[in-house]
């Protein structure tokens, strides 16, 4: 369409102009058309969207928030995309069959998960809902929503701290050292599924020995309680079936279509679930063994068509057509760890006294704003201090923050940024630089500028725009921290932004608190009035 018609109308393909890229999923102001004209484009691959559409972003947020179940939390949508991260260590649990219904309703929207009862840390990229299109027909979200209503579509059971019982058997020939690395596999297995090895037992391998260590284990208050035979169980009537069923329990499947793991046995003693280790166990690759420990630390009851149903996907042997499959395989994704600077040094001369300090309802200007960070979506918050630090300590005592002084603050904003990027952690993926002066910045403000977040996508440079503005604070990759570390005098990172065009994205708000800061009592004043009326 011609620039001089597209207000209004969604960026389809992003677009170079004078002094920066205006990328695709851009809703055009008036300010965007009149730099696009200015900058000799007369025409763009634009988007309208009709009546009854529903933007991409609204689409994508409505239906994480209905898909996400305990344990699950969902990342704030941009270009369509809502990322679901597990908040615990634990199993996802999927509804395979309603994603199935879900993804078949129209191809505008589509659902992707990690496999059923697959293994997450917390923090961990667990699902995405992504939209395809620029906005989603009214009556196919509707659609959508209707299949995941009143149940969630994705959660995660969280790994129980549990005391684990592990029983040893012995023949004759069996050695100390293989005794010893029977234990060891078992303890490096429940310490990183987050439980105890709390007692273990070496006995003969008979039925009356078994019978009686189990028992005492049960007694013991151990809960699960592990069998490790000095021989592979080959049936119902072997060793350790007999004694669990000596002991007063039952065996509730034995053998399982995974392999490594064939050989193993699931039972009960008395409600207290018990598994018969398979010998593979002793090596540290995944075995079926494996699958069978994590739900039951993660508390689930498994029955014996939850065994049966393992074998689809269950083949974990290397062949030689697939060799070392794990060997080189790509770490799974994850939150991006994003830390924030709060600048709170200066002496707000135009002020005529700290300004950070000033009450704004109630509490100290500063607070609002660091309360909000704290509230976000941000895992590390640094405050810089330099002009009465001990009091601006004291103002955000409660909230929590750690504090790096600056003592040349009096030198200029660029000396306070080098000193709150020298205090991140050494693993944080970005940082957002905020200005201790602009309360009106909320949680969800700061989310959706974390979500605008993506490397692989060249958005490594997220800055807040209103009414065609720029405004703060800004978030910058990792990457970028040596030049902003260079940036010299009382001066931030906007000339390095303009270096680094290609990297910026520009992140639009309907309101404009992340053009307002404080620099004046006039501006307070203003403020205050917005905020009591």
Known sequence: MPVASAQGAVLAHSVGLS???????????????????????????????????????????????????????????????????SQVHGLVVVDSARVNTLNRIHESITFATVACFSLVEQRQMIATVKIIPFAVSRKVLDAALAVVAGEPLV??????????????????RSKTSLLEKSEHAMRQRVSALGSDLAEVM????????????????KAAGCDPILLFGASAIVDRGDVIPMGLVAAGGEVIHLGMPVDPGNLMMLGSLQDIPVIGVPSCARSPKVNGFDWALQRVLAGMLVSSHDIMDMGAGGLLAEISSRPAPREGQVLPQRAPKIAAVVLAAGKSSRMGSNKLLADFDGKPLLWHGVENIKKSDAQHVVVVTGNEAEQVKAALQPLAVNFVHNENFANGLSTSLKCGLAALPPDVDAVLICLGDMPLINSQTINRLISSFNVGEHRTICVPVHDGKRGNPVLWGRQHFPG?????GDQGGRLLMDALSDEVVEVDFKTGGVLVDVDTPQALAEIRSVLNP
């Open 19 to 85: 002094g920066g890229v205006f990328k695709k999923g851009r809703v055009l102001s008036a300010a965007d058309v009149a730099l696009l004209a200015a900058s000799g484009v007369t025409k763009v691959f634009a988007a309208r969207l009709g009546p009854d559409d529903v933007p991409e972003d609204e689409s994508a947020r409505a239906l994480a928030a209905r898909i996400c179940g305990a344990g699950v939390s969902a990342q704030e949508p941009f270009t369509g995309r809502a990322n679901l991260y």
């Open 484 to 488: 902003l570390q260079a940036i010299e």
């Open 155 to 172: 959660q995660v059971d969280a790994l129980k701290a549990k005391r684990v019982g592990l029983v040893i058997t012995r023949l004759p």
């Open 202 to 217: 070496i006995c003969d391998h008979s039925i009356g020995a078994v019978k009686n260590a189990a028992a005492k284990l």
